[in-house]
């Protein structure tokens, strides 16, 4: 099993940046595949990013290409999301999320996929 916890969440202004951090418990950090979601108020949880057990293989919903980077150290039983650019419509409540998965390589795009979730972050995102 693995805890997760999100961090870095705030207020910024439109086209400013935020680092979100998700720190995990236990020993096996480098057995799952992490990604992110998030949830606006009144909307259901969408995928952000994804990357597998490696770090070799990145994905990213098409509303945040090119400003997102989703990151991971593996020493560091750690994951991030480098936001900049960020936009109104990016408010939401950010969660980290794990899957224990075999494969190097693999990444997950379905909420459902994932076996572990952190509690959330704020981010809000000023016009």
């Known amino acids: 099993q693995v805890q997760l916890v999100e961090s870095g969440g705030g207020l910024v202004q439109a086209g400013g940046s935020l680092r979100l951090s998700c720190a995990a418990s236990g020993r096996t950090f480098s057995t799952y595949a992490m990604g992110w979601f998030r949830q606006a108020p009144g909307k259901e949880r969408e995928f952000v990013a994804t990357i597998s057990r490696s770090g070799g293989s990145t994905a990213y919903a098409d509303s945040v290409k090119g400003r997102f980077t989703i990151s991971r150290d593996n020493a560091k039983n750690s994951e991030y999301l480098q936001m900049n650019g960020l936009k109104p419509e990016d408010t939401a409540v950010y969660y980290c999320?794990?899957?224990?998965?075999?494969?190097?390589?693999?990444?997950?795009?379905?909420?459902?996929?994932?076996?572990?979730w952190g509690q959330g972050t704020q981010v809000t995102v000023s016009s």
């Open positions: 999320a794990a899957k224990s998965t075999s494969y190097r390589d693999t990444i997950y795009y379905t909420s459902n996929k994932y076996d572990y």
